[in-house]
């Protein structure tokens, strides 16, 4: 850290920092068993933070069988629900009160900014704590009247029930650390599982500091571990036979390799993973609302986001006059570390995420793409990458196939409906869409069309607690947030009892 990061820092989060990070197992906070530590840094200045436990295969085997025991002998699956569903409400309010300390240790630790980590990831990580506590009460099976063929003069009382899985790996990313966590906790725990969370090796921070708030609400040991380390703990965790089920979000790469690694168990899998999402902007549309929107869609957290709106499709008639002002709108935004309160692009995450980005610009400037603005670095230290706007793309190009994480978006002219459709479904992704239009059917008639899991007509990122959120095609199997995050983590049991 620099003089200038630290004399901001919270007392509590420079604090916070100060201490040894270790592993939480079974309650209690533990160093690696091979001794081993790793550095996580500030990307704003690539100088350390601090020096965090590195768990392995032994670790995340320790943490499976504490999650075991907690799950089978201790008191989380005898406890009522609406017990449970006070202490997932507990977390959400620690969260709520430490929002500022919370996000502004993500914004060390990634590089965002604090006043977005603190309003929008921690505010809402505390939202989904809330709402999945009210979930903790609501998990419930169906009574089924019978025919039963082979027993024609009987009678029956028929019901199901949902039951927790048991143990379940959580592995989450770098882009939104702590709400990723919170997305997979907060239902898993909801519903009675015990579970071992791996948060992503460039930012172990704020799930340790989360670790913190379970002891302080009084969940009992055992039912929350966290292993921190790199992808091999991940490897370890997907593959381990303890495990009754893995969530995970990240590239589309590593979620083939869980796919696989979960095959020994066959345990339970869902996905959450890359994308290359179309925003469709029509000549009908609110154009200064387009502009703004279209803006936010790919550069809204540097551009690492996997909803990112990054294949940006204009009607022909407003094709360069959109982007021009798209282009000039990116170009006005205040880049800085994440700590400066006037920030509102910061770093990339780190070196190996900037390289890639600065590999995609290259490679699109070699293959003829013209950038309207951007297409470099920006400042002498850190991560930083001025946001970039492409045109004179085609669709085979790197740039419009491949998932940057970067803020670099391509635009591509469109004719109509039809022909805009098939172009935003010619990808292996199929996350989330965009539309702007003043036409209400044709938006109805777009939303129909495009193959994603998610679709914000007049706006992006529309996401909220309650709607379901997950993947078309590779980017990903089932459904996180809103009731439907509770089915992810139990399962139906069918109970026929002869009367
Ligand atoms: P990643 O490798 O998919 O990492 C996500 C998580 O998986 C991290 O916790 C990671 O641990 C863990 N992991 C790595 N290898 C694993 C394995 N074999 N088995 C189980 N878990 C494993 O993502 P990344 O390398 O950080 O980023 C690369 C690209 O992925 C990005 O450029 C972006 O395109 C995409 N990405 C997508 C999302 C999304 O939200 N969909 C999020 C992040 C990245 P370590 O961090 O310790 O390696
Ligand atoms: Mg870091």
Redesign the pocket.
Known sequence: MTTSTESRLLPEVAEFVAQDKRLLIGGAWVPAQSGQTFETEDPATGRPITRVAQGDAQDVDRAVQAARIAFEEGPWARMKPNERERLLWRVGDILSERAEIFGQLEALDNGKAATIATAVDTAWAADVWRYNAGLATKIKGDSVNVSMPFSPDGRFHAYTLRQPLGVCGL??????PLL?ASWKLAPALAAGNTVIL?????TPLTALLLGEVFEEAGFPPGVVNIVT???????A??AHDGVDKVA????????K??VH?AAGNLKKVSL????KSPNIVYADADLDAAVAGSVAAWMFNHG???VAGTRLFVQREIFDDFTQAVADAAAQAKIGPGLDPATELGPLVSQ??FD?VDGYIQQGLADGARALTGGKRWGTEGYFVEPTVFVDVRPDFSIVEE???GPVVAALPFDGEDDVARAANDSIYGLAAGIWTRDISKAHRTAAAVQAGSVWVNQYNGFDTALPFGGFKQSGWGRELGDCAIDLYTQTKAVNVAL
Request: glycine share 16%; charged share 20%; proline share 4%.
């Open positions: 592995i989450v990313p770098w882009n939104f990723m791996k948060p992503a090796e460039q380390g790199y992808g091999d703990a991940g490897a965790l997907s995970f979000t990240g590239s589309t790469e590593v979620g390799k869980i690694a959450e993973l890359g994308g690492q986001c996997c190996e995420q890639r998932e940057i994480f």
